[in-house]
Structure formats: structure tokens, C-alpha cells
């Protein structure tokens, strides 16, 4: 994989303007079927927050199967959003691929997205993970869930999301901050489900349940609970994959202290967020973008992203990863990612008004 980073490029690169010039002297309605050579010469600029080296693999595999080489500036979403903003008319991007719903809404409403309609993408991916008018589709799932030091809590006494304000579990609670999208999201999906004010009380609570003012990523949440700073972590199961994974006896040392539960398994189901992509205003090269967005939801695609990453595939049928399988199946909410992505202002106004770092 190394060898391909070189072609990943960072904010302020000049290759996708390079590109978009090619691309434009080229155009062709795209299938992804096309010989090798009608596609020749022919991009696609991908704008994208993931940051997984593994993705590497899917741009690489549509380039051999189509021709067309997918460009990639990697950067935070909204430092793409700003970019796609500021490039206006001559933007090169074509993609935004972000990894949050939250995200996607935000660039939906700079009006950033344009529709498409590919009954390739409406027939793989779920209502729920797609934005309702084509604006930007899910092309992987992450389910955010509670893990437990196995010697310390008894997953018979974890139910919901809801019931970790019970007094049982003052000091014992360990999340991210709400400046993270992952927490804005999920306070989204419960303000789906209870209002805004129920929501406000509801984080209130959380807060004061805290083992500590929130610091670091989802990892971090995982390795202060394994260390004894709490009982409780909130994070995207991913993480404790690539820690069961990793090569580093410590790391799996930590993991393997944790539990996995999926709450709300009675009623809603857990929440699950989306990384997903839309096809930018401006596209220049439109139709090569949508056969790469039509790739993405391949079984093949589908597998890379769900080993690569340890992501779960939004294309019903594809095997998860055998860790992440390992963690058990769940009910997913089914609440459509657009609900919380439009609910992220107000989850950020609870957040703050509650004290949630
Ligand atoms: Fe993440």
C-alpha cells in the first residue's frame, strides 16, 4: 500500500487542478463496465475526510476495473467544505466523502451536493442511510456502542443510552467531547426520539455522570476504561477492532478487558452512523464520479471497506469482518441519517447548554 500514498494528496495540492483539465477534454457517459482504454486519461477528484489507508485499495481496484483514476485531497470535512466553497465554478472536486451524516447535512445545506439518480445506488443502499433526493448516499456503517470492563460491569445492568444518567453509574461514564461530530450525531438520533428538551435533561445527566472532563478520540475512551478511570466507554466499535487487531500485545491487552453491548436492542435499536458521499454542484467530471460512486457499493468494494476499516457495509449481504462479527449482531436504528444530520445545530445548543465539554 505505501507505494500508493504518493498519489494522496493534502489541502493546497495542485494535482486535482491538473487533472480536472484532462478531464475535462474527455467526458463520456461513465459505466463502470468500460473498456480500459475508452476511459484513459479520465479522473475522478475525490474530496474525503476518511483518513484509512485501506481506502487506498478501492481507488486502485476501480482504476484496473474502469481506467479512471481517482484523485484524492484529504483533509477535515469542513475544511473541504470551505474548499469546495471558496474554489466556486472552477472547483475540481466531484466527491465529498465525509464520515459522519452530520457532515453530509452540512455540506447539503452550503448546497455544495447536486441530486443523482442511479437505480444502482437507490437498489443497494437502505432508505435510511441515503439522503432522500440523491444529495449523498451511505457507503458504510458505524455503530456507536457501549463497551465495559468485563471484570468491573455486569452487561445485565446496561440497557439504553437513556439509562446511563441512572445515579448507578455516577463517575463512571467516558465519552468524547461534543465538539465531535460522533456525539453531536448521537445526541441527534436521541433528540429523534425524545425532543429537544427531554434531550437537554437527558445530557445533563450523562454529563454528571462523567469519570472525567472528555478528552481524546474513541480509543482513548477504550484505553482510560481498561486503565480504571471509568466503567463505561461510548464509542464506534471499529476502534476496538483495530485494537483487537493490532500489533501491539498492550493494545489487545486493553481490548480484551472490553465488552461490547449494543443498547436500545428494545426499542429503537443502537445508533449507527454513516460515512457517505454526494456528488458536488460543480462535478467536473460527473459521470466518471457517479460509476465510482456506483463501484463503492460493489460486494467487492462492500468487502474492502468492511476489512479495511472494520466498518459494517450498508449492502445488505456482505460479510462483516469475522472481529467485528465477533462482537454479536443488533438491531441498528433506523432513524434516516438526513434526521440527525438536520438535528446537529440544536444537538450542539444541548451539548453546550448541558455542560458537555
Ligand atoms: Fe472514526
Known amino acids: 500500500m505505501s507505494s500508493k500514498l504518493g498519489r494522496r494528496t493534502f489541502l493546497g495540492a495542485g494535482a486535482a487542478a491538473t487533472a480536472v483539465a484532462l478531464g475535462g477534454l474527455n467526458r463520456q457517459p461513465a459505466q463502470a463496465q468500460f473498456p480500459w482504454f475508452r476511459n484513459r486519461g479520465r479522473v475522478v477528484n475525490l474530496y474525503s475526510s476518511r483518513h484509512y489507508d485501506t481506502d487506498e485499495q478501492l481507488y486502485e481496484r476501480f482504476r484496473e476495473a474502469t481506467g479512471i483514476r481517482v484523485n484524492v485531497v484529504e483533509a477535515e470535512a469542513d475544511q473541504l467544505i470551505e474548499r469546495i466553497k471558496s474554489e466556486g465554478q472552477n472547483s475540481p472536486a466531484d ?31 437502505p432508505d435510511n442511510l ?38 448507578k453509574w455516577r463517575g463512571r461514564i467516558l465519552t468524547r467531547s461534543s465538539t465531535n461530530i460522533y456525539s453531536q450525531s448521537l445526541v441527534g438520533s436521541i433528540m429523534a426520539a425524545h425532543g429537544a428538551a427531554d434531550t437537554e435533561t437527558w445530557a445533563r445527566g450523562l454529563v454528571a455522570n462523567f469519570a472525567r472532563d472528555p478528552q481524546g478520540g474513541d480509543t482513548d475512551q477504550i484505553k482510560a476504561v481498561a486503565a480504571g478511570l471509568g466503567d463505561v466507554a461510548i464509542s464506534n466499535t471499529y476502534y476496538l477492532a483495530r485494537l483487537l487487531k493490532s500489533d501491539s500485545a498492550e493494545d489487545r491487552a486493553v481490548a480484551e478487558a472490553m465488552g461490547v453491548f449494543f443498547p436500545n436492542q428494545n426499542d429503537r435499536g443502537t445508533h449507527v452512523n454513516i460515512s457517505g458521499a454526494g456528488l458536488v454542484r460543480t462535478a467536473p467530471n460527473a459521470d466518471a464520479a457517479i460509476a465510482f460512486l456506483e463501484y463503492l457499493v460493489s460486494p467487492e468494494a462492500q468487502r474492502i471497506f468492511a476489512e479495511g476499516n472494520n466498518e459494517y457495509p ?3 449481504g456482505v460479510a462483516v469482518d469475522s472481529v467485528v462479527a465477533s462482537f454479536g449482531e443488533f438491531k441498528a436504528d433506523s432513524l434516516n441519517a438526513a434526521v440527525f444530520g438536520r438535528n446537529n445545530p440544536e444537538a450542539l445548543r444541548i451539548t453546550d447548554r448541558a455542560g458537555w465539554k
Not at 457532515?103 to 437507490?122: C, D, K, M, N, Y
Request: hydrophobic share 45%; aromatic share 8%.
Open 95 to 125: 466527491l465529498l466523502m465525509t464520515v459522519d451524516a452530520g457532515r453530509l447535512w452540512r455540506a447539503e445545506q452550503e448546497g455544495i451536493f447536486q441530486p443523482v439518480t442511479s437505480s444502482v445506488l437507490t437498489g443497494a443502499i
Open 130 to 167: 441515503r439522503h432522500p433526493d440523491g444529495l449523498w448516499f451511505g457507503l458504510t456503517q458505524r455503530a456507536r456502542v457501549l463497551m465495559y470492563r468485563k471484570d468491573r460491569v455486569n452487561p445485565a445492568d446496561l440497557s439504553t443510552y437513556e439509562a446511563l444518567v441512572d445515579a
Open 314 to 316: 450498508v449492502v445488505e
